[in-house]
């Protein structure tokens, strides 16, 4: 967080882009999406870690 706040920090006018509250507002919403992400890139390379113990249409079948 203390590199978040870095970030988030003007430089010239020695204020913030973001208030406290929509910074978490919008850590919150992005943390969810990231988790997505994350979830599908592990399936993912998991699957074809093992070549050929999934085909296209077994693997479509799982995320649906």
Do not use: P
Not at 21 to 48: H, M, S
Request: hydrophobic share 45%.
């Amino acid at each position: 967080m203390r590199e978040i706040n870095k970030i988030n920090k003007r430089r010239k006018s020695g204020g913030f882009y973001l208030n406290q509250a929509e910074l978490i507002d919008i850590l919150q919403q992005r943390y969810q999406v990231a988790l997505k992400r994350a979830a599908l890139e592990a399936f993912v390379r998991t699957a074809f870690r093992r070549k050929g113990l999934y085909e296209a249409q077994k693997l479509a079948a799982m995320v649906d």
